[in-house]
C-alpha cells in the first residue's frame, strides 16, 4: 500500500510522517488494582471502588480532566477504559494506567478505548487483560504533547455535547412520564374540559390481531421484499416506518402473515424483553407482523394516537396483571391483555391529550436523533484525529 504524501506505512497503519510508533509502555505505566480485603475496605470506605461490575459508590463525576485512567481487566467490562480524577480503590478487576511525561491524559484515554483492548484478553479459566502485554502494544503518538492536548480537548468537547444531549433527553422523557401521569389517568383535566371518563376494556377499543412468520423455506414469502415486517426487535420507537425484515406481497395474498392498515397499535406479546418494560408503537404505514406481536385495530371509541399513549403509560401495569408465570421466554396471556380496562375520555378530549403527548414524543424524538448523530460524529472524529487523518494543530 502506497501511504499518501506526507503520511507513511507503519505496523499501525497510515501516520503522518512527523508522528511517531511507540509502545505503550513508552507513555504510560500501567498497574493491576489490589485485592478488596477488609483492611483496605476500611481504610477507602469513603472512596468509590472499582470491581468486577465497574465503579461503586462513586460521588465524584468521570472527567477527561483526570490524572490517570482505568481498563477493565476481566468480565463483561475486559477492556472498557474510563479517565477518573480523585482518590479510589482500584480492585484487581482493573489496571490503573499513569501517563508519563510529555504525555496527554487525555489523548492517551482516547487512544486506549479506540484500541479495543478487550481483544487482547488472554484465554484461560479467568480471561483478562495482561498488564505486559498491553505495554508492549504499539501505538502511534503525535509528536508533540501540545497535539495530543489538542486532539484530548476536541473529543471531550464532544463528550460534554453528548452529556448534555443525554441530560436533556433524560429531562424530556421525565417530564413526559409525569405529564402522562396527570393527563392518562384524569388527574388534571385540560381547560374546557369535565366531565366523567369510562372505564373500558381493550376488546372493546378494536380489533385485536395476532402475526405469523411466513416459512423461510419459501423464496417466495421473502423476495422481493416489498412489505415491512415487524418484529420485537423493531419495536424501539414510538412511530414504526420501517422494519429491519421485508416479505413479498405474495406472502400477504397467500396469508402467510398478518397485514395491519396504518395507525394500527402494536404490542410485543413475547419476548425476553418483557422482564423490563412493555415495548407498544404504532405503524405509520402498511406493516405486517410476527408471531410474537399483537396488534389492536382502533374503532370508534379510541383514537390511535391517544391509546399508543394509554397502553404505552400503563406498560408496567400489563405486565403486572398479563405477564404468564413458568414458560421459558416471558410471554403475555392475551385473553388477560384484552379483558384489562384502561380509563377513557370522550374523543374530542382523547384527541387533544394526544396532541400535547405527541408534541413531547416529537421533541423527544429529535433529542434522540441529535444524540445518535453526535455519537457517530464522534467515533469518525476519533477515527480521524487518532490517525493524523485530520491534523489541528
Given amino acids: 500500500m502506497v501511504a499518501r504524501p506526507g503520511h507513511k506505512q507503519t505496523e499501525v497503519g497510515v501516520i503522518p510522517q512527523?508522528?511517531?510508533?511507540?509502545?505503550?509502555?513508552?507513555?504510560?505505566?500501567?498497574?493491576?488494582?489490589?485485592?478488596?480485603?477488609?483492611?483496605?475496605?476500611d481504610e477507602f470506605s469513603e472512596y468509590p471502588c472499582y470491581g468486577g461490575n465497574g465503579l461503586r459508590g462513586f460521588t465524584g463525576r468521570f472527567t477527561h480532566d483526570g490524572r490517570y485512567a482505568l481498563v477493565g481487566r476481566q468480565g463483561a467490562l475486559c477492556g472498557n477504559v474510563l479517565s477518573v480524577e480523585g482518590r479510589l480503590f482500584a480492585s484487581e478487576h482493573a489496571i490503573v494506567v499513569t501517563a508519563l511525561s510529555r504525555t496527554d491524559i487525555r489523548w492517551l484515554t482516547f487512544m486506549l478505548g479506540a484500541m479495543r483492548l478487550n481483544q487482547y484478553s488472554e484465554s484461560s479459566a479467568q480471561p483478562g487483560l495482561s498488564v505486559s502485554k498491553l505495554l508492549n502494544l504499539d501505538v502511534a503518538c503525535p509528536p508533540t504533547q501540545a497535539e495530543q492536548e489538542t486532539i484530548g480537548q476536541a473529543l471531550c468537547d464532544m463528550d460534554a455535547l453528548i452529556e448534555s444531549l443525554e441530560r436533556l433527553l433524560s429531562k424530556s422523557q421525565e417530564i413526559k412520564q409525569g405529564v402522562m401521569q396527570e393527563l392518562l389517568t384524569g388527574r388534571k383535566r385540560l381547560p374546557g374540559f369535565s366531565g366523567n371518563w369510562e372505564e373500558k376494556r381493550l376488546d372493546e377499543l378494536g380489533q385485536w390481531t395476532g402475526g405469523m412468520t411466513p416459512s423461510m423455506r419459501n423464496s417466495e414469502y421473502w423476495e422481493p421484499g416489498t412489505v415491512p415486517w415487524i418484529s420485537s426487535?423493531?419495536?424501539?420507537?414510538?412511530?414504526?416506518?420501517?422494519?429491519?425484515?421485508?416479505?413479498?406481497?405474495?406472502?400477504?395474498?397467500?396469508?402467510?402473515?398478518?397485514?395491519l392498515p396504518p395507525q394500527s397499535i402494536v404490542v410485543v406479546t413475547r419476548s425476553g424483553i418483557l422482564r423490563k418494560f412493555l415495548p407498544v408503537a404504532m405503524n405509520m404505514i402498511p406493516m405486517a407482523i410476527n408471531q410474537d406481536i399483537k396488534a389492536l385495530l382502533p374503532n370508534e371509541h379510541?383514537?390511535?394516537?391517544?391509546?399508543?399513549?394509554?397502553?404505552?403509560?400503563?406498560?408496567?401495569?400489563?405486565?403486572?396483571?398479563?405477564?404468564?408465570?413458568?414458560?421459558?421466554?416471558?410471554?403475555?396471556?392475551?385473553?388477560?391483555?384484552?379483558?384489562?380496562?384502561?380509563?377513557?375520555?370522550?374523543?374530542?378530549?382523547?384527541?387533544?391529550?394526544?396532541?400535547?403527548?405527541?408534541?413531547?414524543?416529537?421533541?423527544?424524538?429529535?433529542?434522540?436523533?441529535?444524540?445518535t448523530k453526535a455519537r457517530q460524529l464522534k467515533q469518525g472524529m476519533m477515527q480521524e484525529l487518532l490517525t493524523g487523518r485530520i491534523r489541528l494543530v
Fill in 302 to 371: 379510541g383514537l390511535p394516537e391517544y391509546l399508543l399513549h394509554s397502553l404505552t403509560f400503563n406498560g408496567d401495569r400489563i405486565l403486572a396483571r398479563c405477564l404468564k408465570s413458568g414458560t421459558t421466554v416471558e410471554s403475555i396471556e392475551f385473553s388477560w391483555l384484552k379483558a384489562l380496562t384502561i380509563p377513557m375520555p370522550p374523543i374530542h378530549e382523547q384527541n387533544v391529550i394526544a396532541g400535547v403527548l405527541s408534541d413531547m414524543d416529537a421533541e423527544i424524538a429529535s433529542l434522540d436523533d441529535r444524540l
Fill in 18 to 41: 512527523d508522528w511517531e510508533v511507540a509502545r505503550l509502555g513508552a507513555v504510560c505505566s500501567m498497574k493491576s488494582g489490589e485485592s478488596i480485603t477488609s483492611a483496605s475496605i
Fill in 233 to 259: 426487535g423493531d419495536v424501539k420507537r414510538v412511530r414504526l416506518v420501517t422494519t429491519a425484515f421485508w416479505i413479498s406481497e405474495h406472502a400477504v395474498r397467500q396469508g402467510a402473515t398478518t397485514l
